[in-house]
């Protein structure tokens, strides 16, 4: 008897940066994205660049099947500021 086991493929991830801003009444506000990204490091250089030019920035990436409506817990790559909490 065989067994054949077949490697686990990687499940595709779900990987965004936001950068926000202020407004008048002090609410943050979307200024960049939610902006996909092709991998966990190009998010982390994309948010740490708008770091310096917005109040807040946040790269985020989980695991994800839009397909069937799948999503991991989100991890946080790289946060600058006080971002508000996103799903």
Do not use: C, N, W
């Not at 948010?47 to 109040?55: D, P, R, S, T």
């Not at 920035?57 to 989100?74: E, M, Q």
């Amino acid at each position: 008897m065989t067994t054949h086991v077949l490697p686990e493929q990687k499940k595709p991830k779900l990987i965004v940066v936001v950068a926000f801003d202020r407004g008048d009444d002090g609410e943050l506000f979307p200024m960049y994205g939610p902006a996909d990204q092709q991998s966990e490091e190009r998010a982390i250089r994309t948010a740490k660049a708008l770091a310096g030019k917005h109040v807040d920035a946040i790269a985020r990436s989980r695991d994800a099947d839009p397909a069937l409506g799948d999503y991991g817990p989100p991890e946080t790559l790289f946060v600058s500021g006080d971002v508000p909490d996103m799903e």
